[in-house]
């Protein structure tokens, strides 16, 4: 799984194209979301199905 830096680089990048400047307050929700063990399992089963 991707680290935080590398997805918040690319959520930062890709949201500067649309003009709109996120805060670090605004991300924490989404980092604490993949930082979370459970999640993470989740995330790697519904990942594996897609391919």
Same mark, same amino acid.
């Given at each position: 799984? =991707?680290?935080? =830096? $590398? &997805? $918040?680089? =690319? &959520?930062? @990048? +890709?949201? !500067? +194209?649309? #003009?709109? =400047?996120? $805060?670090? /307050?605004?991300? /924490? ?5 993949? !930082?979370?063990? !459970?999640?993470? #399992?989740?995330?790697?089963? &519904? /990942?594996? @199905?897609? @391919?």
């Amino acid at each position: 799984m =991707a680290d935080i =830096a $590398t &997805l $918040t680089k =690319a &959520l930062k @990048k +890709n949201f !500067e +194209n649309r #003009e709109h =400047a996120f $805060t670090m /307050e605004q991300f /924490e929700p989404f980092i604490a979301m993949v !930082e979370n063990k !459970e999640f993470e #399992e989740k995330w790697t089963t &519904l /990942e594996s @199905k897609w @391919k």
